[in-house]
């Protein structure tokens, strides 16, 4: 096969055309020789310390050769002037712009532009740069005035743009390939995305800048003006102009304005290959850029101008990042790879400098930094790789920041950082937006020697799984806080950072590949085309409706992609796809919706793709895959170096494989017009192969295959090589042959002339100069070597032509290898390498003499220790002393002292290695060892090959050392403690003021006690206090028939209602309703938490501590316990160490047939005893070193493995064989001791033996049974010993493995709670906030709650008051009314009186002005009220006067009706007070009702926040992994007897909750039996109570009529017994009663005068009465007397004569007289106990029956 295919730099050229504006990029390696020829010969000619002393920047020269189309074009452009000013930084990383000189081949427009020409230039003209420019030129051109740009100026687009480039005769057309839509997005580009206005938003994509729509979804494309891609954008803060910066040569900084899309700058020479970052500072009058590899140039431009004002060199490595200080313009902060440095633009005396100072990172690790903020006193707080933030202070870390527990910030690098709103906002790599105090970071500092500060951050949002933020940037939307964020994974976001309940969840506008498309295809039926990447997804599009249509993500990228071909698949339905791991994967496209496969376009989320076929022919990854033409065999090529084959139509069944020479790149089968089926394989390292159409075998089957690999197979090869080197090779050896044949004619020309002129002397001569010309002949260099390049050139595509002819495509040509720069600035100079070289030859030769004088030192070392050796086998007394040996002792002395002194002064020069270590080890100590409790110690048995070990026990974690204070318990508000201190207060308060009054009561009291009282004084304090009681009495009364009607009150209020239900039943049917029933799991979505079940940080923290400390408890204890059994151990050892030296002893004294062997002593392992490894010395210390130095030779396997046992080995067996297998010397001196006493053995053994007597052999008989009784003994001993052990130990070890597998299971149950603790420390913020509102509003709730119900009280006691008052006022006028009495003609006069309304004035302070005032105020008032009373009233009679009693009308019942009008008006002002006050509560009333709903309603809705983030929670904690390990026993879910696959749906219960359960079902099943009982029972009761009722009913009306009855009987009527209870005492009334009872007093005082007279006059008239009865009685018995005389006379009368018959006149009249005034003293006598009888009713505790003044001022005068 004849390839067309030319392997030359001008095919190459050609093949670059072809290939468009892209190729610019690939320049030919000849050229890029040539170039850097060039510049290195220009630079050369300049020494480094050069500068230009003008200035000015060197001119470049351009070749005249080839110009592009758009050359022509250039006279347009306008570049300006740049200032040549370059400044120094701190780090002199300056440079000047005058030392730079580049040549390049072509000198098209572009690179016209990007020369450091210094010309000026104006707006419209531009001269071209001429090869050489002369310096009177250079001088005019400087002195040409220097023009400002027109604001107006815009350039022209179209001269910008890059243009496809076409050669002149190829006639294809500039507008071949038109873009129609992007589907790409450079996500890995920083700062890739950017606002314009509300909804335009700007990004790169290749060489296209995109400005999408975000509303229409419509795109707009702004074409690269370099053609070699674009490197950065940025946006005018004002957003009326963006700039892009470009990538290639020279790139320029385009900027544009907006709307209109215009060129309106242009800013050149800022870097060399592109730029990194641009940034406008906060006023927008400059730029800053900062270049890219290789120069790292950060420039600071007069952007309108187009003007450089200031450059330097930002770093030595990739720089990120440049801004502006938002609130200092004059400086800047440039961060990168490995470093953060901070500007400055300072004036010095040279004029404006930007100074640079470099970030210092002291103790803390070097990382590369991608975000970082100016703050705005100077700071700057930046990110860092482990995802911390660092806050910088005078270019020093002032404190690291990290999260709780040392916590970081982010997961990883922190991309951008951001205050929003007096809120630090950090956007990192993990997918986590997070919100920070401004204020917590910027008053941070070092606590502690770490440098850390832990902080929490205020919000957070994670986006996504898998998602990777690069930037964010603010939409202005009004009233919302919605940002757009780059996703380096291929997306572009929208976030809600509101984190308000209505935050909406993160929105993924589009999704892109991110990263290189590897393959694509196009759909062979429609408008469809197939992507893939290395981003492990395969994309669908729609390009005819410029939508995505579907993807599909996969654990490997995609390398290779084929749409199947109709013939294969009639749908066009299907795409195969390689991944980078060898899988082959076909997939097909299907309507989700259940419709027709495809046919034609569908609309977005109408296609899905799915998986059809799977297989893994290639261990690497698969880059090519091809269809045979006729659709029959499948071939997929990859990296692995092999071709596969499959048979398409039995389900792609496998053929087999090809080897190749090379990875394959491309497989092309040929076409229809070739009379075979050939494959094309093009590799990558230019071979090229051609393969046949494989055989099938029918008959073979997968199984007896035993490898695919095809060996039979014809295969063409082609190879490109290269002849260049095989040449100059050929001509190297040709040369060389033409000089050594030349050498040999000379010599034989030499050597024919000597011999014609010496002869044989001749001979000799010649001889002895060729042997010397042999000996000062150099060796011949070596040829040069063949080329073969490391990287030969790849093949980019290839294709048939013709039958026996293919085109290939190669990339770049073989070029030989470039020499290694010298950069190192140490490298040795020509003469110092030759000086090196001659240095390192004699060093190496003194190294040789070194090494013979160790030799010989060494055999003579080895021949005195054989010396040694022989004097040691000598006698002692022919032996040699060792100072014998010595030569001179001084030697030895000088040896030692000079010794001495080296090791003084190396221990002098390693002190401080040796502190450092000291103080290192000390570190480890503390840091590894000390929290260490007890270590792991092993127990071996002694027989068996068990073993146990301990725990390796650390101190307590910290959650058992603390217990925080729950955060969910409310704390006592200030209302509670109000409520609760208040009333004890004042109550305290009052009693006390009561107290200080009761002590001036007493005290006025006590000064009162002295005073004597009169009667009348006693008469009137009885009188007031029976008024007081009167009163106290009423009140009484009336308080209890208000107790009384609140009793009632309540008793109806308490009277359950028709519905009503027991309280005590709602709670047992609540109780019944959540903990009994349709449970709903804690993974429902509508599971509510109960109060007592939500948990959060602290109280998971309690939990952890609780089991931490069980864990330890429980492992301290085993621990202990393996303590003990290792002391046992050593104790038996030790024990049977005795028995053994007893037994040794003993068996020393039998005979050898009699000896049972002596058991084995048990040993001490190494991992019994941990602690030893800590035990070393000198010794230890040297055969330490002595290993270490063997492990580092390695000079034999068995050194190897001896060294292989480490520093911990052979501690263990130096301390082991030192202290005699780890027994003390105690023990053996006590086994010895023990010994001694219990054997003795005799030493008459020395001495010559005697044959012993009968009675020695008995003993010796005797003492053998003995001895072998005690062998046995001891033997028996020894086995009871290991026997108890080990039984002791696989005991101990059978208990070990039960706590091992608890310990196992807590220590999954704390992985669980850890993972809970740290789920819940990330809630735990928010729900602290949640909690705060909740509690503050439930606060202010109960505030407002207690405050209505004060306000009720208050209302309620005004209104008592207004009722007293009212009562009062009814009291007022029945008192009245009774003392008027009922047929006074004056009563309605005297009601008009008392109902008159007047006005009054307010009291004045001075009551005697007041009354004036009053009196005459109220005379004028009451005249007029009289006046217009008079004009009211036509129809009276007589002008109504209240000033003026009427005539007979009773003054005391005027005044009465005047002093309770008085009262009266008191009331109704007070009641008028009281009423207001009333409606000024109501209205308080009203507000608080209306706070307490709206609070009602903020705390609902603050309940349901909390309710809500504590399910989501629970949701989150629902999603961790719990592991539960269970047996097959103990899983009784099962169906149809098996146990199923999937154990999602089942629930796993503990044996207790499980019996439990079971128990509760017959509980519940005793339960509802009793609770029918009881309803039962409930119901009879029911039935009681109703008929109780209707009884109860009954009685109370047969009480009600008697009650009835008993008032009509007693007063005539039904009256309101109430009301004589509750009636008022009229205080008025009682003052005149008081007034008339003084005046009684006084009255009485006047009686009981008259009445001592009348008593006096009684005792004179006793005393006459006396008198005169003791005459009558003496008249009496004179008139008996006289009778008697009389009597006699009479007889002596009659006796005499009738002259003395009948009484006298004047006894009958005295006897007359004295019967009557005995009549009247009965009369007064009967008068004086009637009024003694009624003066002492009057003076009883009964009171009289109200009466008129007039007939209480009649009846003392009667009486």
């Known amino acids: 096969m004849r390839p067309t295919a030319r392997p030359g730099s001008a095919a190459l050229e050609e093949g670059w055309r072809c290939l468009g504006n892209r190729s610019k990029r690939r320049p030919p390696a000849d050229a890029v020789k040539r170039g850097a020829a060039a510049v290195s010969t220009f630079e050369e000619m300049k020494e480094p310390d050069d500068q230009d002393t003008d200035g000015e920047k060197s001119v470049t020269s351009k070749s005249d050769g080839k110009k592009s189309l758009r050359s022509s074009k250039s006279e347009s452009r306008s570049p300006v002037q740049e200032d040549n000013t370059f400044l120094e930084d701190d780090t002199d990383e300056t440079f000047n712009e005058g030392e730079g000189s580049y040549l390049e081949e072509d000198s098209d427009e572009e690179r016209l532009e990007g020369s450091l020409s210094s010309f000026q230039y104006d707006d419209l003209q531009s001269t071209t740069v001429p090869q050489q420019t002369p310096a009177p030129a250079v001088e005019e051109a400087e002195e040409e005035v220097k023009k400002k740009i027109s604001e107006s100026f ?91 910066a470009e990538k290639g040569s020279f790139p320029d900084i385009i900027i544009y304005e907006y709307p209109s899309l215009r060129p309106y700058r242009i800013l050149r020479d800022g870097t060399e290959k592109g730029y990194a970052y641009v940034d406008f500072n906060y006023s927008g009058n400059l730029l800053a850029s900062v270049g890219s590899n290789p120069d790292y140039t950060l420039t600071i431009w007069n952007w309108k101008e187009e003007q450089p004002i200031l450059r330097t060199k930002a770093f030595s490595q990739e720089v990120f990042k440049v801004t502006f200080n938002p609130d200092n313009e004059e400086q800047l902060t440039t961060s990168g790879s490995g470093h953060i440095k901070f500007w400055e633009m300072a004036f010095t005396f040279t004029g404006l400098k930007l100074q640079g100072s470099l970030g210092r990172f002291g103790k803390t690790i070097t990382t590369d930094i991608e975000g970082y903020m100016e703050l705005p006193d100077g700071k700057v707080l930046s990110g860092s790789e482990w995802g911390n933030m660092l806050l910088w202070e005078g270019g020093l870390i002032k404190v690291e920041l990290c999260r709780g527990t040392s916590k970081s910030c982010h997961n990883g690098p922190i991309n951008q950082i951001m205050l929003y709103e007096g809120e630090v906002i950090t956007v990192g790599s993990d997918g986590y937006v997070r919100i920070w105090d401004f204020e917590t970071i910027d008053t941070a500092d070092v606590i502690d020697e770490t440098g850390l500060l832990e902080i929490e951050p205020i919000n957070e949002l994670q986006v996504d799984k898998n998602v990777n933020l690069f930037s964010m940037i603010k939409m202005n939307e009004t009233g919302n806080n919605f940002w757009l964020a780059q996703d380096a994974n291929g997306a572009i976001w929208k976030l809600d950072l509101s984190f308000s309940n209505i935050t909406q969840d993160p929105e993924c506008l589009f999704s892109f590949h991110s990263g290189a498309i590897e393959a694509v295809a196009v759909s062979p039926l429609t408008y469809l085309m197939a992507t893939t990447a290395l981003d492990c997804s395969v994309r669908i599009y729609d390009f005819a409706s410029k ?238 070597e063949i080329f073969i390049p490391s990287t030969p050139s790849p093949i980019l595509c290839g294709f048939y032509s013709e039958p026996g002819k293919f085109w ?397 046992g480490g520093p911990v080995g052979g501690f263990l067996k130096l301390s082991s064989g030192k202290d005699g297998d780890l027994t003390t010397r105690d023990s053996i001196s006590r086994s010895s001791k023990a010994s001694t006493f219990s054997l003795d053995i005799p030493k008459c053994l020395e001495f010559e033996k005697a044959e012993p007597t009968d009675v020695e052999l008995e003993i010796m008989k005797r003492d053998e049974i003995k001895h072998v009784y005690m062998q046995q003994y001891l033997v028996n001993r020894i086995k009871e010993l290991v026997v108890t052990f080990d039984a002791e130990l696989r005991l101990l070890r059978h208990q070990k493995l039960k706590l091992d597998t608890q310990m196992k299971l807590s220590d999954l149950h704390h992985v669980t709670l850890f993972q809970e603790i740290l789920l819940l420390k990330n809630f735990e913020k928010q729900e602290n906030v949640l909690q705060e509102r909740v509690n503050s509003l439930d606060k202010e709730e109960q505030y407002m709650q207690w405050k209505i119900n004060e306000t009720l009280k208050e209302m309620e006691e005004k209104k008592n008051e ?190 207790h909750a499980l019996r439990r359960l079971q128990e509760r079902i017959r509980e519940l099943q005793e339960e509802n039996s009793k609770q029918q009982k009881l309803n039962k029972e409930w119901r009879e009761r029911r039935k009681q109570l109703i008929r109780e009722k209707r009884e109860m009913t009954k009685t109370i009306h047969k009480m009600e009529e008697t009650v009835r009855q008993l008032m009509i009987s007693k007063f005539g009527r039904v009256v309101n017994l109430e009301a004589l209870q509750t009636l008022s005492v009229n205080t008025t009334l009682e003052e005149l009663k008081i007034r008339k009872l003084r005046k009684e007093l006084a009255n009485a005082k006047e009686m009981k005068m008259w009445e001592e007279k009348i008593a006096q006059m009684r005792w004179e008239l006793m005393m006459k009465t006396k008198e005169h009865t003791r005459k009558l009685y003496q008249m009496n018995d004179l008139c008996i007397e006289k009778k008697k005389l009389d009597s006699r006379l009479n007889t002596l009368q009659n006796q005499q004569g009738n002259a003395f018959q009948g009484p006298r006149e004047a006894d009958v009249v005295a006897r007359e007289e004295v019967t009557e005034l005995i009549q009247l003293q009965a009369e007064r006598i009967s008068a004086l106990k009637e009024e003694i009888a009624l003066l002492r009713r009057k003076g009883g505790l009964i009171l009289p029956p109200i009466q008129s003044p007039r007939e209480k001022e009649i009846q003392p005068a009667d009486l």
């Open 154 to 244: 815009f350039y022209d687009y179209m001269e910008l743009a890059s243009m496809p480039f076409v050669t002149l005769d190829s006639n294809i057309p500039l507008d071949l390939l038109t873009l129609v839509h992007s589907f790409g997005y450079d996500c890995r580009k920083r700062a890739n995305l950017q606002l314009l206005d509300d909804s335009i938003a700007i990004y790169i994509a290749g060489n296209q800048l995109i400005f999408l729509n975000l509303k229409t979804k419509e795109q707009i494309y702004l074409r690269s003006s370099s053609g070699e891609g674009i490197g950065v954008i940025g946006v005018h803060p004002h957003k009326t102009y963006f700039t892009v």
């Open 547 to 784: 939508t995505p249509l579907a993807q599909m993500k996969f654990k490997q990228g995609g390398t290779a992609l084929v749409w199947v071909p109709r013939m294969v698949n009639f749908t066009g339905a299907q795409i195969i796809v390689g991944f980078e791991d060898g899988v082959v994967r076909i997939l097909e496209l299907y309507d989700p919706k259940g419709l027709t496969i495809f046919a034609g376009r569908k609309k977005i989320l109408d296609a899905d793709i799915q998986l059809k076929q799977v297989f893994k022919p290639h261990t690497a990854c698969v880059t090519a895959l091809a269809y045979e033409r006729d659709g029959e065999i499948l071939a997929t090529g990859s990296k692995d170096q092999t071709v596969f084959f499959f048979e398409v139509e039995r389900d792609y069944k496998p053929i087999g494989y090809i080897n190749t020479p090379g990875p394959v790149c491309q497989l092309m089968w040929s076409p229809m017009s070739h009379p075979e089926s050939t494959l094309l394989i093009m590799c990558e390292n230019g071979y090229i192969l051609e393969a046949p159409l494989p055989t099938i075998k029918q008959e073979e089957d997968d199984h007896d295959v035993v490898s695919y690999e095809i060996k039979d197979m014809c295969i063409k090869c082609f190879h490109f090589s290269s002849v260049k080197s095989k040449i100059l090779r050929l001509i190297e050896i040709e040369k060389r042959e033409r000089q050594r044949e030349l050498k040999e004619k000379i010599r034989e020309e030499r050597r024919n002339k000597l011999a014609a002129e010496m002869g044989e002397d001749g001979e000799k001569e010649f001889q002895e100069e060729e042997e010397e010309e042999e000996e000062e002949e150099e060796e011949e260099e070596p040829l040069p």
């Open 808 to 1204: 290939v495509s190669l990339f770049g040509i073989e070029t030989e290898p470039i020499p290694e720069d010298i950069e190192d600035p140490k490298a040795y100079s020509i003469e110092n390498a030759r000086r090196k070289r001659e240095h390192d030859k004699l060093m190496k030769e003194v190294g040789e003499i070194k090494a013979q004088k160790r030799e010989q030192i060494k055999a003579l070392r080895s021949e005195f220790c054989k010396l040694l050796e022989m004097n040691e086998k000598l006698p002692k007394h022919m032996q040699f002393k060792r100072t014998d040996f010595d030569v001179d002792s001084q030697i030895r002395a000088e040896m030692h002292r000079k010794t001495a002194f080296k090791i003084q002064q190396v221990e002098k020069e390693l002190a401080w290695e040796k502190e450092k270590h000291e103080l290192g080890l000390m570190k480890l100590k503390n840091r590894f060892r000390d929290p260490l409790e007890s270590d792991t110690i092993v127990v071996h048995a002694i027989l068996s090959d068990h073993k146990i070990s301990s725990y390796r026990l650390v101190q307590p974690s910290k959650y058992s050392k603390f217990k925080r204070a729950s955060q969910s318990e409310r704390k006592p508000s200030k209302l509670d403690r109000f409520e609760k201190e208040g009333p004890g207060r004042k109550d305290s308060q009052r009693d006390a003021g009561g107290s200080v009054t009761i002590q001036e009561e007493s005290i006025v009291e006590k000064g009162k006690k002295f005073r004597p009282k009169t009667l009348s004084e006693i008469i009137v304090e009885n009188q007031i206090e029976k008024t007081r009681k009167l009163i106290l009495k009423a009140e009484r009364a009336q308080l209890k028939i208000q107790q009384r009607k609140k009793e009632w009150e309540e008793l109806y209020k308490s009277k359950p209602g028709d519905d009503y239900e027991d309280p005590k039943d709602l709670q047992a049917i609540k109780e019944a309703q959540v903990y009994m029933g349709d449970f709903n799991l804690k993974t429902a979505p509508d599971y509510k938490i109960p109060e007592h079940m939500r948990i959060n940080a602290a109280k998971k923290e309690e939990e952890l501590g609780h089991l931490d400390s069980l864990v330890h408890g429980n492992k301290r204890h085993m621990n202990k316990c393996i303590l003990s059994l290792r002391d046992l151990k050593v104790a038996v050892v030790e024990e049977i160490q005795c028995l053994v030296e007893e037994l040794k002893n003993i068996q020393s004294t039998l005979h050898i047939s009699k000896h049972i062997p002596i058991p084995k002593i048990p040993q001490i392992h190494p991992e019994e005893v941990p602690e030893k490894r800590f035990q070393y010395d000198e010794e230890t210390l040297l055969n330490f070193k002595q290993q270490q130095m063997k492990s580092n030779d390695e000079k034999s396997p068995g050194v190897e493995q001896t060294g292989s």
């Open 1362 to 1551: 207004i009722t007293k008052l009212q009562e009062q006022e009814k009291a007022l006028y029945a008192g009245f009314q009774a003392a008027i009495g009922e047929n006074n003609k004056f009563a309605n006069f005297l009601m008009k009186v008392l109902k008159k309304k007047i006005k009054r004035v307010k009291k004045k302070e001075v009551e005697g002005d007041a009354d004036e005032d009053e009196e005459s105020e109220e005379s004028s008032e009451e005249e007029s009220s009289l006046e217009s009373d008079e004009d009211e009233s036509e129809s009276e009679d007589e002008v109504f006067d209240d000033s003026i009693c009427p005539t007979n009308c009773d003054v005391a019942l005027f005044e009465l009706a005047l002093q309770l009008r008085e009262k009266r008006l008191d009331i109704e002002e007070a009641l008028v007070e009281e009423k207001k006050i009333v409606d000024n509560l109501k209205k308080e009333y009203d507000t608080l009702s209306k706070k307490v709903k709206i609070v009602a309603t903020n705390l609902n809705a603050a309940e349901e926040a909390l309710e809500a983030y504590q399910r989501e929670k629970q949701q989150r904690l629902n999603e961790l992994l719990v592991v539960i390990p269970l047996k097959l026993h103990q899983i009784e879910y099962v169906v149809f007897g098996e146990i199923p696959s999937d154990l999602s749906g089942t629930l796993v219960f503990s044996n």
